[in-house]
């Protein structure tokens, strides 16, 4: 049994109960007293808040966030036909509105970077996860004559996303330590390809059932809401560092400019950065437009008619989007155990399986076009052995690199 700070007693509560991190004890109000009476509802409800802020909650919490936030990036590309349909936009057009979410997106990470290092990064996690999902719902509202403010939009949902990419890892770092956090930090990761299948999935679906594209965009922000309240009350702010300190690794806080020059020297650490720079580069581009390419080969094999109906066919976004979901969870699982495997042989066995399997998947994008030609469903085989190879990379250990 544990007491609250002014000495009322909550039921079903132990010293058992209270939850410990690698920072001390996220109970820290909790404590024995001799003088016992029951608690009031507002107190019961802050000892439970307490009870629940565990690593692995907050670990849960942050990763269902990112899946959200890769789902909110690919429910355009889902439904980016009818998007580019009702705004009467060319390819170049449409291509715009990922060109400016990633410029926004690349502008605005060391910014919350730097931010995230001095100020309480839960709530900038909450405020951007809040902003962009206010942003994706308003856009859906922009009438067809103003879309240069659709792609503003997108631009603004840039800066929202990149808060939570840039300081969500950075906590769940500050929560385990060694083999843990890689394995966190793994599943947080999972968010690429799940999210991103999801977000083709939710799009066309939305669309469908609604029979209007517009209402692709109006279901992520709500969960999206009720993840930026998850954040703010079951998500700690562990002190910075605070798992390294433990281990005795951080014997002083360094400046910024020592934490830059000794980054720039760690090789590994150069290497794999810019080896997912490029992977962001070229599946960034392949995922937002391959529905549409894939829709259009098969018009010109007049196995489909081109769109010209209010709401166009979703068939390709949707099977794309299992596609990546499957590939994606199976690629990581297929990648840690092949890492494992070969550990046993070479010490380099993270990179080395990241490297054959970005080569593989390169080889299998490029033949996709090749095949789209005369074969959808070749078309589809091949992006499946794509989706898998390029997912090996989290489960290969491009995590463990960084």
Do not use: M
């Given at each position: 049994m544990c007491v609250e700070s002014d000495g009322c007693e909550i039921e079903g509560c132990s010293s058992s109960d209270e939850v410990r991190t690698l920072s001390g004890s996220m109970s820290p109000s909790l404590k024995p007293s001799p003088d016992l009476h029951p608690c009031k509802p507002g107190q019961k409800f802050r000892a439970a808040l307490l009870k629940c802020r565990s690593p692995a909650a907050a670990a849960g919490i942050l990763s269902f966030g990112n899946v959200l936030n890769y789902m909110d990036r690919y429910t355009v590309a889902g439904v980016l036909l009818d998007i580019q349909r009702h705004y009467e936009v060319s390819d170049s057009g449409a291509g715009l509105l990922q060109t400016v979410f990633i410029c926004s997106f690349m502008v605005a990470a060391p910014i919350f970077g730097y931010l995230g290092d001095r100020f309480n990064r839960k709530v900038i996690l909450?405020?951007?996860?809040?902003?962009?999902?206010?942003?994706?719902?308003?856009s859906?509202?922009?009438?067809?004559?103003?879309?240069?403010?659709?792609?503003?939009s997108r631009g603004l949902v840039g800066i929202g996303e990149s808060s939570y990419s840039s300081i969500s890892p950075t906590i769940i770092g500050d929560l385990y330590t060694n083999n843990s956090r890689t394995m966190m930090l793994s599943v947080f990761y999972l968010a690429i390809p799940l999210g991103s299948g999801l977000g083709y999935i939710l799009g066309s679906g939305a669309k469908d059932a609604a029979e209007d594209w517009h209402f692709a965009l109006r279901v992520s922000p709500f969960l999206g809401i009720t993840v930026s309240a998850l954040i703010l009350l079951f998500v700690p702010e562990p002190k910075r560092g605070s798992a390294d300190h433990m281990e005795g690794r951080m014997k002083a806080s360094p400046s910024w400019i020592s934490d830059m020059k000794a980054l720039a020297k760690n090789r590994s650490y150069v290497f794999s950065s810019l080896a997912s720079a490029a992977v962001s580069f070229a599946t960034g581009a392949f995922g937002m437009l391959i529905p549409i390419y894939l829709f259009r080969a098969q018009v010109v094999q007049k196995e489909v008619e081109a769109c010209t109906k209010k709401v166009c066919s979703s068939k390709d976004s949707l099977i794309f989007g299992a596609i990546t979901c499957v590939t994606g969870l199976l690629g990581v699982v297929i990648g840690a155990a092949t890492t494992r495997f070969c550990r046993r042989k070479t010490e380099r066995a993270d990179p080395l399986v990241c490297a054959v399997s970005m080569l593989g998947s390169a080889i299998f994008i490029c033949?996709?076009?090749?095949?789209?030609?005369?074969?959808?469903?070749?078309?589809?085989?091949?992006?499946t052995e794509s989706d898998s190879s390029v997912s090996g990379l989290a489960g290969g250990g491009l995590v463990k690199a960084h």
């Open positions: 909450s405020c951007g996860i809040f902003f962009w999902s206010v942003v994706t719902l308003l859906s509202f922009i009438s067809k004559e103003h879309y240069w403010l659709f792609v503003l033949l996709i076009f090749v095949v789209a030609k005369n074969s959808i469903v070749g078309a589809y085989g091949l992006n």
